[in-house]
């Protein structure tokens, strides 16, 4: 029977001062996939293989199910598949691992049916599989993990996604180091009122990162990440955060800030040098402290979530 | 002996979701301000027409002079100079009017030095009168009125001013209804305290606001020009305001907001007929409440304040 396998790659979400708004695609690190077609009216997780056994089976518990099951409804079918699901995310880490899972899901089963929907269009049902996983149905990991670069979500109602362009030579440095971190927590850190002072200082930012991937300005970039209003409860969580940040700069980087809600810490650089660079810096700060990280390096994934042939 | 006439247009402060971090310019409507050198060091408020009598002679309180020799202060120099005012905009309206003047006083008097500084150095002295003027030093007034455009000011510590595109056809149509309006309420009435949502809500706003512009997308702009914070407690204070804007978008035009503090209220049209047809619209609008109205018609001006040939 027919089988299709994609790939959704790593997003960072909560991209510094576009807390809850913004986040963008990594290259190569992702899930893989594959769904095939069954004769039941089922969706059955035929095989999990990369979470240690910790994700579940049971179709409405699992984010590549429900991500499929949504997509179905709205088509009125009941068409049944076998969902073949390898992590390369590490889970919990604040690199979109739930939404790389329903992302690449999506792909695969979409192109499955003849792709009666566009990958924007699948944004949607990537959000139902986010409630099961984190308690809300947010799109800032699964629309770029889908659409590819930087996604802004402007509005939830009606969703409104814009797709911002990528300057040429940015780079990512993800580190991960492993440290748990629960992401109730990491909610439950921040201030439910924020000083007009402080919501109109994060707007500058925000405005000025939006004009900054626009003109491919990478100084523009740099000023313009910050993030007053998670980062500073968050990142006392994550130790490091700052003393990282002064090395990363030193050394020609635009800016850093917590991934999602963390523990991973993202880096963008203007270049591939600079950007391992970062990696090696901030892999000598985390070993001081005892802590083990895991590097990741990549250009700025413009193409989201694909089918592999 | 040798004089020199500059112009300064009208701008539009506080544009929407761009609450005190964005500016735009108005063309046509704006002061003139004549500028000749003088052999004493003195600075003189030659004459003032057009404000009334309500405008200060005294150099140590006129934006035109105050402007002057924050320059000349740069500059080290104690040249002195006889200055002409011709207010064309009204005063206290929320065109941006103190901005206006000491615009066009900056430009006359650069040239006249033999231009030192870029309409963008020239930001900084503006500054220093809008501290006499409305005793803040910000620039999202000063600074569009120099430069034109839309003008982003992501940072004033330091200065830190981004000139956005302007989308082609872009009109404003501004409407100054003939009501008092005190700045210092109209301060007094914005909340210190805002939620983390509205604050969320207001970053996504101004991210679409602006990559609506670079984009040129009539529609996003549209949907983005929404503010949720300074204008739900100032709105209350300009009588059919909200009407007004229902009025304006059922016929195409693209949002509405508060100019500056108020009371004038700018709207956005996709082309001139929409501008002019909101213009009559809000006409019969305030007409129906008994309050006179201005109604004024532009493009965006994307040149800022100009030498007069």
Redesign the interface.
């Known amino acids: 029977m027919k089988k299709i396998t994609a790939f959704a790659p790593a997003t960072v979400a909560n991209v510094s001062?576009?807390?809850?708004?913004?986040g963008f695609a990594i290259d190569q690190l992702g899930d893989r996939v594959t769904v095939a077609l069954n004769d039941t009216q089922e969706l059955k997780l035929a095989d999990i293989q990369g979470d240690g056994g910790k994700l579940p089976f049971e179709a409405k518990k699992n984010t590549c199910s429900v991500a499929i099951r949504a997509m179905l409804d709205h088509l009125g079918s009941d068409q049944g598949m076998d969902i073949y699901l390898e992590k390369g995310l590490p889970l919990g880490s604040g690199m979109g691992s739930s939404a790389a899972s329903a992302a690449a899901a999506l792909v695969a089963a979409n192109t499955l049916l003849g792709t009666p929907f566009s990958k924007e269009e699948l944004v949607p049902f990537a959000m139902e599989a986010e409630k099961i996983a984190c308690g809300a149905g947010h799109a800032d990991n699964v629309a770029p993990s889908l659409m590819g670069g930087f996604v802004?979500?402007?509005?939830y109602n009606p969703l409104?996604l814009?797709k911002?362009p990528v300057p040429l030579g940015l780079h990512c440095t993800l580190l991960h180091p492993h440290l748990e971190l629960n992401t109730a927590d990491s909610r439950s850190v921040?201030?439910?009122?924020?000083?007009?002072k402080?919501?109109?200082?994060?707007?500058?930012?925000?405005?000025?990162?939006?004009?900054g991937l626009?003109l491919q300005d990478f100084q523009?970039i740099s000023?313009?990440l910050k993030d007053v209003?998670a980062e500073p409860s968050r990142a006392l969580l994550i130790p490091g955060f700052y003393e990282l940040r002064e090395s990363i700069q030193s050394i020609g980087a635009l800016g850093s800030g917590i991934s999602g809600s963390g523990p991973t810490i993202f880096v963008l650089s203007p270049d591939k040098e600079i950007a391992i660079m970062a990696g090696k810096v901030s892999e000598q700060i985390f070993e001081k402290m005892g802590l083990d990280v895991d590097v990741y390096i990549s250009e700025v994934n413009d193409k989201g979530a694909y089918v592999l042939e």
Chains 1, 2 share one sequence.
């Open positions: 001062c576009g807390f809850d708004i913004l802004l979500i402007r509005d409104d814009i911002l921040l201030k439910k009122q924020i000083s007009l402080d919501s109109t200082v994060q707007s500058g930012n925000i405005a000025g990162l939006i004009a626009f523009l000023r313009s209003i």
